[in-house]
């Protein structure tokens, strides 16, 4: 009988949160007018999560829609991250306290990331981790850097064939080439 599979700790962010509290969403706004002037913005957060939480948590991502005219906002999974917009006349803050209290019943791990102090105080307690806003931001400022750093160096390599041999078949090639 196969082992099973260790469940990750879940990593619960309040989206809109993080946002504002980087010039690196801010920046993706559309102020034009034209569509959803955070969709853009939503996206890259989406994705800095994903790489943020990769083997270590499940990720969930909570927006607030308390005040969203559309109930067009289902439950959407991308790359691993499940996005939760909260229903028209209720808080994400709401949201984030039921998830948190459902996992610390199950029992399970969570990590909360915000800087909203209400919520930072309502969702205390074993097992739960509080993350400020910030220090989210400055951890995928980071992960960024380092992952333009890393695609920057490949970029520089050479890709003839011979680099891409390992040393073993590097040698038999040049045996059957009478090198």
Known sequence: MAAAKKRLDLLVVDGYNVIFKSERYMARMDRSGVSDPFEQARELLISDVAAYAKGRFEPIVVFDAANNVSPERPYTSKGGVR????????????VIERLVTE????????????SDSVIRATVGGIPVTKISSDALVLDVNSLAVEYARENASRQRQRMTLEDRLSPEQREKLWRLMGR
């Open 103 to 114: 996992e610390r019943l199950a029992p399970r791990a969570v990590t909360v990331v915000t």
């Open 83 to 94: 996005t939760i917009f909260s229903k028209t006349g209720e808080s994400a803050d709401t």
